[in-house]
């Protein structure tokens, strides 16, 4: 517990000496709210009003955009953990009374900060540009909660992407399903209704739709129905799942000579 706080601790000290780190994971899903609500804002407004009611279509744009903000934060905790593989810092750790698991866990804590603090950032930006959240304590509460799970779940996935890559340009590219691919074939711009027939299958059974469309309940109102039970099983299944693999390919890595 004392090792993995230690790295906690040098992690959190790189973020604060590089604030670009924080700026990069940040402005993607803050071009993504500006470019859908102003720009394609009246012809997406069109398809979601039916499903959305009266609420303004930023509203029903900034819960999926929030999933979107921990999404992006997948490709600096592989690219993080892939340096320093290569860098040879992970095999001095290995030749020090160090717990092995402690250099992966403080990746991780360090990363869901940083995702936690891009969130409330990517919510401030939100309320500038006319989000008006319905959500009271207790769903504000609830919301803070599904972040945290999720953002532990893909994290854990993004180390482990990053220890599959044998390069910092490959730990790049391997978590772009998590951070591209899943958040637009979902329900984060338009609802299922809207979606062509083989895409909508595939958004409706998809991990990220159903925490979409959890936090779109929270937020602005509306049914949850079996959503929430989806979005807590998904979180916590990912996140044993990233684990339990990242755990794996960590110990599996070469020792040092």
Known sequence: MIDSATMFRRNLRHVLRYPSMIVGTLSVPVI?????????????????GAAAGSADYIDYLVPGILLMTIASGAVQTAVSIRMDMNEGIVNRFR?????????VTG?????????????VLVIGVGLALGFRPTAGLVEWVAVAGLV???S????????????????????????????????FVSTTFIPLESLPSGTRWFAEYQPYTPIIETLRGLLIGGPIGHNGWLAAGWGVVLTVVGYLWSKKLFNRDPQPH
């Open 32 to 48: 993504m709210l500006l470019l859908f609500s102003y720009i394609f804002g009246n012809t997406m407004s069109a398809g979601v």
């Open 95 to 103: 030749t020090m009374p160090v717990s092995r698991t402690s250099v």
């Open 107 to 119: 990746h991780v804590f360090g990363s869901v900060v940083q995702n936690v603090v891009v969130v």
């Open 148 to 150: 945290l799970l999720v």
């Open 152 to 183: 532990f779940a893909i994290t854990w996935l993004a180390v482990a992407l990053g220890l599959v890559a044998k390069t910092v340009e490959g730990a790049s590219n391997t978590p772009l399903p998590l951070s591209f691919l899943l958040p």
